[in-house]
């Protein structure tokens, strides 16, 4: 199967850190653009950041960052273990949500783009 699988949440207090993992299962992530996305309870889902292709001749590894986590958050990947990370620090109660990663050829910001979804690890984050 054709997946995402993510990793790595947990609850953490305010002023935290967490690292996520997305390990790519039956594709090769270095071949798409890989984005974090989260989703909180009655709210829409949002992207967090991404990461251009590693295979890119020309802009690889571009990385975007919503406002909302810029100077917080950091994406990278690691191409042997077919594997993107997300780091986390100075977590808020805000940043409470499920998270999710996912392959687009593009690098679109609209989770729409993107394919091969995960089940999302959950992030809480408490005051």
């Known amino acids: 199967q054709v997946q995402s699988v993510e990793s790595g949440g947990g609850s953490v207090q305010t002023g935290g850190s967490l690292r996520l993992s997305c390990a790519a299962s039956g594709y090769t992530s270095r071949h798409y653009c890989m984005g974090w996305f989260r989703q909180a309870p009655g709210k829409e889902r949002e992207t967090v950041a991404r990461i251009s292709a590693d295979t890119l001749t020309a802009f690889a590894n571009i990385t975007h960052y919503a406002d909302f986590v810029k100077g917080r958050f950091i994406i990278s990947r690691d191409n042997a273990k077919n594997t993107v990370y997300l780091q986390m620090n100075r977590l808020e109660p805000a940043d409470t949500a499920m998270y999710y990663c996912?392959?687009?050829?593009?690098?679109?910001?609209?989770?729409?783009?993107?394919?091969?979804w995960g089940q999302g690890t959950q992030v809480t984050v408490s005051s």
């Open positions: 996912a392959a687009a050829v593009g690098c679109d910001s609209r989770p729409s783009a993107y394919i091969y």
